[in-house]
T-cell receptor, first 110, second 112 residues
Framework: SQTIHQWPATLVQPVGSPLSLECTVEGTSNPNLYWYRQAAGRGLQLLFYSVGIGQISSEVPQNLSASRPQDRQFILSSKKLLLSDSGFYLC?????????FGSGTRLTVV | KNQVEQSPQSLIILEGKNCTLQCNYTVSPFSNLRWYKQDTGRGPVSLTIMTFSENTKSNGRYTATLDADTKQSSLHITASQLSDSASYICVVRSSNTGKLIFGQGTTLQVKP
C-alpha cells in the first residue's frame, strides 16, 4: 500500500535561517506531488506541485522553493525564512482519484 | 471564479447527537467532491469521494450527499463521538484544470 512520510512534525526556526522539509512516498511510481500551506483558520493553499523528477510548478510567488531530486522525494526549502513563513505545511501525493496528505509540519519562525 | 464555501464555520454539539455540515461550490465542471477530516495538528484524512453522478456515499457514521444541480453537498455525522472533534474540509476537483479547490473547513467540537 502507498504511504507518505513527512518530517519533521514541528520546527522552530529563527528569522533568516534556512529551511528544508522533506516528503517521501512509498508504494507508488511517478506520483504527482504537492506542497500546501495552511494558515491558522484558513484553507489550504497550494504552493508547488510536481509531475516528475525535476519538474516543479509554483502556484504563488513567495520566499520558498521546491525540488524533486528523486521520483518519490519532494523537498520544500528556503534560503532565509521570514516571519510570514510560519504555518502548517502539508505534503500530498495523488493518483487519480486518490489524493493523500502527509501528517504535516508545524513551522514557527521566531 | 471557482469557489468552495462551507458552513457553519464552527459547531459545538453534545456527544451522541447528529449534525450536518454544508458545502456550496461554484466549480464547474467538476470531476469529484471530497470530504476530509483533519484532526488538530495532523494532515487531512479522506472520508468520502463522490463523482458528479453520485448522490450519496457513506463511510461508517459519516454520510455525504451531493446535489450537482444546486451545487451543494452535505456531510452528516450520526451519533457523534468525542473523537469526531476535528475540522471537516470540503474539496472540489475542477475538470478543466484538474486542481483541487478547498473550502475553509468547519470546526466541529463534540462535548461530553
Amino acid at each position: 500500500s502507498q504511504t507518505i512520510h513527512q518530517w519533521p512534525a514541528t520546527l522552530v526556526q529563527p528569522v533568516g535561517s534556512p529551511l528544508s522539509l522533506e516528503c517521501t512516498v512509498e508504494g507508488t511510481s511517478n506520483p504527482n506531488l504537492y506542497w500546501y500551506r495552511q494558515a491558522a483558520g484558513r484553507g489550504l493553499q497550494l504552493l508547488f506541485y510536481s509531475v516528475g523528477i525535476g519538474q516543479i510548478s509554483s502556484e504563488v510567488p513567495q520566499n520558498l522553493s521546491a525540488s524533486r531530486p528523486q521520483d518519490r522525494q519532494f523537498i520544500l526549502s528556503s534560503k532565509k525564512l521570514l516571519l510570514s513563513d510560519s504555518g502548517f505545511y502539508l505534503c500530498a501525493w495523488s493518483e487519480v482519484p486518490e489524493y493523500t496528505f502527509g501528517s504535516g509540519t508545524r513551522l514557527t519562525v521566531v | 471564479k471557482n469557489q468552495v464555501e462551507q458552513s457553519p464555520q464552527s459547531l459545538i454539539i453534545l456527544e451522541g447527537k447528529n449534525c450536518t455540515l454544508q458545502c456550496n461550490y461554484t466549480v464547474s465542471p467538476f470531476s469529484n467532491l471530497r470530504w476530509y477530516k483533519q484532526d488538530t495538528g495532523r494532515g487531512p484524512v479522506s472520508l468520502t469521494i463522490m463523482t458528479f453522478s453520485e448522490n450519496t456515499k457513506s463511510n461508517g457514521r459519516y454520510t455525504a450527499t451531493l446535489d450537482a444541480d444546486t451545487k451543494q453537498s452535505s456531510l452528516h455525522i450520526t451519533a457523534s463521538q468525542l473523537s469526531d472533534s476535528a475540522s471537516y474540509i470540503c474539496v472540489v476537483r475542477s475538470s478543466n484544470t484538474g486542481k483541487l479547490i478547498f473550502g475553509q473547513g468547519t470546526t466541529l467540537q463534540v462535548k461530553p
